[in-house]
């Protein structure tokens, strides 16, 4: 698999996992390799947060990217 992939998956495991920390360290990461693929990671990292009952995280993931509208794609 691609980088990126891994990325997807170890986000999806630390999710599944209730492992936060590590699904935004994995983001993290991601962000300066490409926006586009980190716009599709954040959407894994809600998941991840969600899967770790952390709505607060959820809710703060989710505010950073409505701030930067680089994150965003038409």
């Known amino acids: ?3 990126v992939a891994k990325h997807v998956m170890m986000t999806k495991i630390c999710g599944k996992e209730h492992k936060l920390e590590g699904a935004v360290n994995v ?3 991601l962000k ?4 586009q693929m980190y ?5 894994y990292l809600l998941d991840a947060c969600v899967q ?3 709505i607060a995280a959820a809710h703060e993931h ?4 409505q701030e930067n509208p680089r ?3 038409d």
Do not use: A, I, R
Not at 62 to 65: A, D, G, I, L, R
């Open 52 to 54: 770790c009952g952390d």
């Open 32 to 35: 300066q390799v490409s926006v």
């Open 62 to 65: 989710f505010k950073h990217m």
């Open 39 to 43: 716009y599709m990671l954040s959407n």
């Open 27 to 29: 983001s993290n990461k």
């Open 71 to 73: 994150y965003l794609v």
């Open 1 to 3: 698999p691609t980088e």
